[in-house]
């Protein structure tokens, strides 16, 4: 592992090594109480996790003490006390990935694997496995994450073979040849390479393009762009011709690639050419490959889907959306970024913020704060020592608009961010990015290089009177940083306990002065708004929320993704329109938003126009924009159950209410969803609920209970059937068995697959289910042809013999 | 900042210095407003939520501890929903304290004797101060036994045999006759609980406890200066109603220094004791399961005065009278 270099002769020769490379991390990073978190990250970066030698240097060295230590490594989730083994699984356990069947396949995971029950490594030291709040990849639901490569739409079935071709992959890595062509470009190949894109298959399209030019010897632009956010028909590439002609293949296969490539451009050689005419040929009798390639499909059957997905959508934040290489600062200039910062260097500071306030733009992190009056509250402090953040923890299971905007558009972040420094006088803005997104770290990292290089920030930035220093801060994994109290201690190196406001940040925020706290998508917006001027962006929206709204939408959408939509949209129109239905022909039962401390808006209620007041009128709220679709197929007090054991591991503990309250809620939903419930536990429910809401200390506490309460008041009794024993769904794995019915015909597939020999392996006989070895998975009923495996509920089964 | 500051308080304008936290200055102005972590001029550490009171313009509930008056402030201290929240505060947090306020032997006995502090000081061999505690009552005839049918010894093994114990005691005619009025504990008083005892913890418990009357000793030693139990008995609560699911251990003794101990069954995770301690006591995880601890080599750095801030029996100092 890591420690190679300190396989040393004897052990003390070994700690010596290890207080060396210490030591040069201390002296990199500093020894003041701030930098406990970036110190931590960079020795569990160097040793993979926190070895007690390296942590005993810390204190000699540093003003970090053993008590300030223990508080913040075991507050945040990054950090590990114990070795990991040489790769590490993450299983994404967000909300959309938990509908889809999350904990089924953590435990495929841990079964296929032979881990112990009481370890979370693999006896060869080879995997280590987690479960993790949200990678962000809610569209690829249930996704997994080994080391920093993300499988999507993981089956608890086949997580042999994830593993299998992690192994492949692995194996290949090192063989990365580049072929210089010295001919111009032909044209270009645009393909999204996020984090999800990558996961779903981008990667190995990439591959298939670079092979068949080297190949073919076309020489052709391969240009990763920004997020089109149609994450369903991924991999999709856009072929661009130096005419300005674009043609866009969704959902291709590696193997079609070549084919693709040899429609558009025309290889080196007639040589080639010939050659691959007859090769070619071969293959077209031999298969029957080519009768669906995307190639040969109509222009509009090819695109319906994806052109009903960006149809209704409007692009403020997303500017830019599927051409531009998040990356080339030159092209970010050229296309008009930047010119407005130009512009704002020469501004009153007044001026500036008046064009926010009537713009009418509200916070994007959750509360809808208007956003102007944030600026004026901070601009209006009499000290002048300012600081603004740009708050990128973006937290909630369901969610990932912050990850897409920070990956794909890291300079209008950047951009926006520069502004409102100008604005209020701050001369230090930080990015805060969770660790869990290393690509939007990796990228913001290197457009702030890119932006230094320029001179858009540091000393007299082009020029003017405007010093502002920019610097990035990771997160270090806790949802209760979002909050912005948090986030600040977290910063200054505690753990991140909430304060009780006022006063608020802008009064005395970080370090106790003045501070301005923007969400990322809000900052994306400003460079729009002064650059159109505030009349033409509150042109777009309702009376009282302006402007466009990013979503992430998934569940059980048939096409998910990142979206951007005008204020005012109805919920209807994203599930319907935008994301095509629901998936298997179900019906929608509820639209999930907000995340942890949203709510659950039922189908009836889903026609009304989506902006802030709306959805707190509904006992929702907008939240940072997750929008996760339920199905029919859904069990809501699961749903509550499952939001409320996120709450209970992330609350921070600092007050009662969240800490043992959240807790006390959660034993009610457990007995609720395990059949023990009773009218009683609902009452006490409510009545906790209320009381949180009321009297938790932070925001994230108050709105805690949300997905209660908006579930006892929309779908009262699903609860009621729960107290009776009951659920429809099958979700509540303790109230329910699989069973056979007389439609089986005993053809054996279900035994095949079934991971737990649970089914005997009879053929021509109707099959048994032995509950005591089932693990619930529920792949028999998909792996069945005939519909002849389902959920019962325990108590109503005539032949329940407990 | 002005140095007199107008703020209605339940309907009434009263003035304020301004200068002090709002529980301060409601507390100066005469009203009684519970609390349990409060730390004087320290803001921003607010935890039990007790203090709590209604700021009728929001209408959010507050902790006073944290807020800083201001001018023209509306704030209710005391109604029924005032009352109730404060009520669910405390039964959130005896839902997670494992501990016996009283040992259920002194409850149960019909003749009023402090039986834990007999049994307590036999086994410290302070057998002259015990007996004088027994006050001359005699229960060696007694044939119900009821402090050895509530014993807790009993749920791990076999009860303590009490009886014996202060026959013994009685019958030994080397010690003086005993003269000291034996009180007994105060029956109205809340009394927490401790749930079952797991195996792994019966184990435990025989190991801890071998000393000659093999007593767990669990009536807690920092009741009388413990404001959760005063405050539960304020608020006339006999059990909380979400019942105890508590994952902490019951009755681990950590030594601290000097007289000073530590049982974090006990602790309400206030933090008090973390604040107040440089390089001492640490928080240790989050959300449900986060805990307050002291690390072996942090112990040097505490002093013993530290117990007076825990507003539990959770840090308290182990002496004789104690018992």
């Known amino acids: 592992m890591a420690c190679e270099h300190c396989q040393a002769s004897s052990p003390d020769q070994a700690r010596q090594a290890l207080i060396r490379r210490t030591d040069a991390i201390i002296d990199r990073i500093g020894t003041g109480r701030e930098v406990a978190i970036p110190l931590l990250q960079a020795i569990q970066e160097e040793f993979s996790w926190l070895p007690s030698d390296a942590l005993e240097r810390v204190y000699q060295r540093t003003e970090i003490d053993r008590a300030q230590m223990i508080s913040v490594a075991t507050f945040y989730t990054q950090f590990r006390m114990i070795p990991y083994g040489e790769h590490i699984i993450r299983v994404c356990c967000g909300t959309a990935c938990h509908v889809k069947g999350a904990d089924i396949v953590y435990d495929a995971f841990r079964r296929e694997l032979g881990i112990a029950p009481d370890s979370i490594t693999t006896a060869d030291q080879r995997y280590s496995i987690e479960k993790i709040p949200c990678l962000g990849c809610c569209a690829l639901a249930p996704a997994v994450q080994i080391d920093n490569r993300i499988f999507g739409h993981v089956q608890p079935g086949r997580v042999d073979q994830v593993l299998a071709e992690f192994e492949q992959q692995t194996a290949q890595q090192q063989e990365a040849s580049q072929t210089a062509l010295q001919q111009p470009p032909q044209g270009e190949v645009r393909l999204g390479m996020e984090n999800c894109c990558q996961a779903s298959g981008t990667a190995q399209v990439r591959e298939a393009v670079e092979q068949a030019c080297r190949e073919l010897g076309i020489r052709v632009d391969i240009k990763p762009v920004s997020c089109v956010g149609a994450c369903q028909q991924v991999p999709l590439i856009d072929v661009a011709m130096p005419d300005g002609s674009i043609t866009r293949y969704p959902k291709i296969r590696p193997e079609e690639v070549r084919e693709i490539l040899l429609h558009h451009f025309k290889p080196a050689s007639k040589l080639r050419q010939l050659r691959n005419k007859v090769y070619q040929q071969a293959g077209w009798l031999h298969t029957d490959q080519g009768w669906d390639n995307q190639l040969y499909m109509e222009e509009q059957q090819r695109t319906r889907s994806i052109n009903n997905f960006l149809e209704g959508q409007m692009r403020i934040s997303t500017e830019g959306y599927g051409l531009m290489n998040p990356l080339d600062i030159d092209e970010y200039v050229h296309r008009g970024g930047f010119e407005v910062l130009r512009k704002v260097l020469e501004m009153k500071s007044e001026d500036i913020i008046e064009e926010i306030v009537g713009s009418g733009l509200r916070g994007r992190g959750g509360g809808g704060f208007p956003t102007g009056r944030k600026w004026q509250l901070v601009a209006g402090q009499a000290d002048t020592q300012r600081y603004v953040i740009c708050n990128g923890d973006e937290g909630d299971p369901g969610a990932f608009m912050d990850r897409i905007l920070l990956e794909s558009y890291p300079l209008r972040v950047i951009e926006g961010l520069i502004i409102a420094a100008c604005a209020v006088g701050a001369e230090e803005g930080i990015l805060y990015i969770r660790a869990e997104y290393p690509q939007a770290v990796i990228r913001v990292r290197r457009a ?125 129109q994203i599930v319907e329109q935008i994301g095509g239905g629901i998936e298997k022909g179900e019906k929608l039962k509820a639209v999930q938003t907000g995340g942890p401390s949203g709510g659950c808006i039922p189908a009836e209620l889903c026609d009304t126009p989506v902006d802030f007041d709306a959805l707190n009128q509904m006992g929702a709220i907008m939240g940072s924009g997750g929008l996760v679709v339920l199905s029919q197929s859904d069990c809501m007090v699961d749903v509550a159950r499952y939001f409320l054991n996120f709450i209970s591991g992330e609350s921070c503990g600092k007050c009662t209410f969240c800490r043992v309250g959240a807790r006390r809620m959660l034993d009610i939903l457990e007995r609720l969803t395990s059949g023990q419930g009773t009218l009683e536990d609902l009452d006490r429910l409510e009545e906790l609920a209320l009381g949180i809401r009321q009297a938790a200390l932070c925001g994230l506490g ?40 007389d439609d089986c015909i005993g053809c054996t597939k279900c035994a095949r697959c079934c991971p737990a020999d649970a089914i005997p392996f009879e053929p021509y006989r109707k099959h048994r289910i032995d509950t005591d070895k089932c693990t619930l998975c529920g792949l028999c009923i998909e792996e069945c042809d005939f519909n002849a495996i389902h959920y019962e509920n325990k108590r109503q089964s005539p032949d329940h013999r407990n | 900042m002005p140095s007199i500051m107008k703020i209605s308080v339940n309907h009434q304008i009263i003035e304020i210095s301004g200068q002090r936290t709002l529980l301060e200055e409601l507390r100066q102005a005469g009203l009684e407003i519970p609390s349990l972590c409060s730390d004087g001029e320290n803001m921003h550490h607010a935890s039990c939520m007790v203090c709590m009171v209604k700021d009728c313009q929001s209408g959010q509930m507050i902790p006073s501890c944290a807020t800083r008056p201001r001018e023209g402030m509306e704030i209710e201290t005391d109604s029924e929903e005032i009352r109730r929240l404060r009520r669910i505060s405390l039964e959130l947090l005896l839902s997670d304290h494992r501990a016996d ?208 801030c825990c507003p539990t029996g959770a840090l308290y100092l182990k002496t004789e009278e104690s018992c």
């Open chain 1, 448 to 572: 702030l290089e890119m932006c230094r290089e320029k001179g858009y920030w540091g000393e007299h930035i082009l020029g003017s009177r405007h010093c502002v220093r920019l610097r990035l801060f990771e997160g270090a994994g806790a949802f209760v940083c979002g909050e912005e109290t948090a986030l600040i201690a977290s910063i200054e190196g505690q753990r991140g306990f909430p304060r009780l406001r006022p006063p608020y940040p802008a009064q005395q925020g970080l370090w106790g002065h003045p501070t301005l706290i923007n969400n990322v998508e809000t900052l994306s917006q400003v460079p729009y708004i002064l650059r159109h001027g505030a009349e033409s962006y509150a042109r777009t929206g309702t009376p009282g929320s302006k402007g466009t709204k990013v979503f992430a939408l998934a569940g059980k959408v048939r096409h998910g993704g990142l979206i951007e939509v005008p204020m005012g949209t109805t919920l209807r």
């Open chain 1, 702 to 741: 108050k709105t805690a209970p949300n997905p209660v309460l908006s579930t006892l008041r929309h779908f009262r009794h699903e609860y009621l059937e729960h107290v009776q024993g009951i659920c429809q769904t099958g979700s509540c794995k303790q109230m329910v068995q699989l069973s056979v019915t």
């Open chain 2, 101 to 308: 306020c009283e040992a259920p032997c002194t409850l149960v006995c019909p003749q009023g004797i402090p039986v834990d502090r007999v049994v307590y000081l036999y086994d410290l061999g302070l057998k002259a101060q015990a007996k004088a505690l027994v006050g001359g009552k005699d229960c060696s005839q007694c044939t119900k036994m009821p402090c050895q049918k509530a014993c807790r010894r009993g749920s791990v093994d076999k009860s303590v045999r009490i009886r014996d114990i202060i026959g013994e005691l009685i019958h030994d005619t080397s010690l003086p006759q005993g003269d000291h009025p034996a009180e007994s504990c105060d029956k109205t008083l809340f009394n927490s609980r401790i749930g079952r005892f797991t195996e792994p913890e019966k184990e435990r418990m025989k190991q801890q406890y071998s000393q000659p009357s093999r007593c767990l000793h669990c009536a807690c030693q920092g009741r009388d200066k413990c404001r959760l139990r005063q405050l539960a008995s304020q608020a006339g609560i006999k059990a909380s109603r979400y019942g105890l699911s508590s994952q902490l251990p019951f009755k681990q003794e950590i030594h601290v220094n000097g007289r000073l101990w530590f049982e974090p069954a006990k602790c309400i995770r206030c933090g008090q004791c973390v604040h107040r301690t440089n390089n001492g006591f640490t928080f240790l995880g989050r959300g449900f399961g986060m805990q307050v601890i002291i690390p072996e080599q942090n112990k040097a750095n505490i002093d013993e005065q530290i117990a007076a």
